[in-house]
Nanobody
């Protein structure tokens, strides 16, 4: 069974920085894709950033140049460094993993963390 536990959210003023982290637990050998989505009130969930096991990264247009995703496969942890935060970055941020290999074989399910609130306000 895969569980994701995120941390690092909170409140910050515009222009500030936050770092989110999310650790996966369970009998996991390989994680293909790790990423972050966010959902603001009244809006659809959107991709923030994703990182593949091969090193490729994808960013949402609104965060390019400000956010950086990284992963530590040994710790099964994904990070999101958020700089130059804006009020429109306010949302619940969800980590996700996909394409997991376990001792039982390949698991194609997507797994989601519980979400962490990020509030950017003066």
């Amino acid at each position: 069974q895969v569980q994701l536990v995120g941390s690092g959210g909170g409140a910050v003023q515009p222009g500030g920085s936050l770092r989110l982290s999310c650790a996966a637990s369970g009998t996991i050998s390989i994680i293909n894709t790790m990423g972050w989505y966010r959902q603001a009130p009244g809006k659809e969930r959107e991709l923030v950033a994703s990182a593949s096991r091969g090193g490729g990264t994808v960013y949402g247009d609104s965060v390019k140049g400000r956010f950086t995703i990284s992963r530590d496969d040994a710790k099964k942890t994904v990070y999101l460094q958020m700089n130059s935060l804006k009020p429109e970055d306010t949302a619940v941020y969800y980590c996700t993993v996909a394409g997991i290999t376990t001792p039982g074989g390949f698991d194609a399910n997507d797994y989601w963390g519980q979400g962490t609130q990020v509030t950017v306000s003066s």
